[in-house]
């Protein structure tokens, strides 16, 4: 229905084209039978002249948009709109209309480019896609600026392409404007994995500069979340990522305080539960750990991130006990009680996924401690065969 009023309203426009008044001027005349003709360069010299004569000549603007729209020179569009509408809003309604009619173009356009670029196997043509994708969008965004549906698009493109410094500022944009849930998300997880790159080049290199601009990049994310999380409070994305930033940035302290504000005032939030755990297992807390995940469980049974990091506590746990009597030259088998906790987790996740290696493989190191050789034997054929 929208799309058959915006043509309405381009047939109106074009009726005022075509039509012209009685007073028009010789370009003005001539311009509007070179439109109806197509010959928009003829049309462009005419209307060019019209407003180098006539510098208050709204309709020789306005006309002169919609020829730079038809040529699809859609900033010179916008400056000859804005012109004819500083001069008076006798087209301010046909102008409207044009800008939405070519934002609903250039938006389709953008997604069926980005789809063929998905569709395409051939690297060169995909880029070429995705190149003409982001142009159709950037263009939308001309066209009509306040469409956030267009920068959402955009950025999509964007990250799907990996040009990820690109894809910050309509992220930024969204957040802006709406406090996009799909931009705090994606922003977020754009500067942290700029952190982590840093410090990795920081491990490799020993360079303190890049372990200074990693935890710059954290706390970003950090500022950035705990802004978010005020319009969003139990999006499981924004959590998950906003606790790995203050253990990334070693302030779980600081977030272990937040997030425990966050469990007393929602106990049924499972995704508050989680990462309030995820915290208290980074920091070695194992027995509040150990609650948290399973008050994430009472409130999910299926839960599949706190069964796997239940089973992650009750290893490292018993990974600690052991240590801790070696390290004290004892012999003791208390160690294998936690690693028996995480048995019945592990098993349960490899029937929720039976695809993860990485649990697999756990699942074999946990039959393994525990003597149970054939099922371990067996956890690890499994893993090998699906890294195959």
């Not at 349960?348 to 493989?361: A, G, N, R, S, Y």
């Amino acid at each position: 229905m929208r799309n058959s009023k915006l043509i309405l309203s381009i047939i109106l426009v074009l009726g005022l084209i075509f039509t012209g008044f009685q007073c028009a001027s010789t370009e003005i005349t001539s311009a509007r039978l070179y439109i109806q003709q197509k010959n928009y360069d003829r049309a462009l010299e005419a209307l060019q002249t019209e407003v180098t004569k006539n510098p208050k000549s709204d309709e020789g603007y306005f006309l002169l948009g919609f020829v730079y729209a038809e040529k699809e020179m859609f900033p010179e569009m916008i400056d000859a709109y804005n012109k004819s509408l500083a001069i008076s809003n006798k087209y301010k309604s046909n102008i409207a209309d044009s800008r939405r009619y070519h934002w609903v173009n250039l938006f389709n356009a953008g997604a069926t480019f980005y789809q063929r670029g998905n569709n395409t196997e051939d690297p060169d043509s995909a880029r070429l896609n995705f190149d003409r994708s982001i142009e159709r969008f950037e263009n939308a965004i001309l066209v009509e600026p306040d469409s956030t549906d267009t920068y959402k698009n955009l950025a999509f493109v964007y990250i799907s392409t990996n040009r990820l410094d690109e894809a910050m500022k309509p992220l930024q944009t969204l957040i802006d404007k709406e406090r996009s849930v799909d931009g705090y998300r994606f922003l977020g997880e754009i500067i942290y994995d700029k952190g982590n790159r840093l410090r990795t080049e920081y491990e490799n290199t020993g360079n303190a500069q890049d372990s200074i601009a990693a935890q710059e990049h954290f706390l970003k994310v950090i500022s950035l979340l705990e802004e978010g999380r005020k319009y969003h409070p139990g999006d499981a994305d924004i959590l998950l990522l906003l606790s790995n930033s203050y253990i990334s940035a070693n302030k779980i302290e600081v977030a272990v305080d937040a997030f425990r504000e966050g469990v007393a005032k929602e106990p049924n939030n499972k995704y508050y539960r989680f990462n309030y755990g995820v915290l208290l297992l980074g920091a070695d807390k194992y027995e509040e750990a150990e609650e948290q995940f399973k008050k994430a469980i009472e409130i999910d049974s299926e839960y599949e991130n706190a069964i796997y990091n239940l089973a992650v506590t009750y290893v490292r746990w018993g990974s600690y006990i052991n240590k801790q009597a070696e390290d004290k030259g004892e012999t003791s088998s208390e160690y294998k009680t936690k690693f028996q906790a995480a048995l019945p987790y592990l098993e349960k996740l490899v029937q929720m996924k039976d695809d993860d290696t990485v649990i697999w493989e756990l699942l074999g190191r946990v039959y393994a401690i525990l003597d149970m050789q054939q099922d371990a034997e067996n956890a690890y054929k499994k893993a090998d065969s699906l890294r195959k």
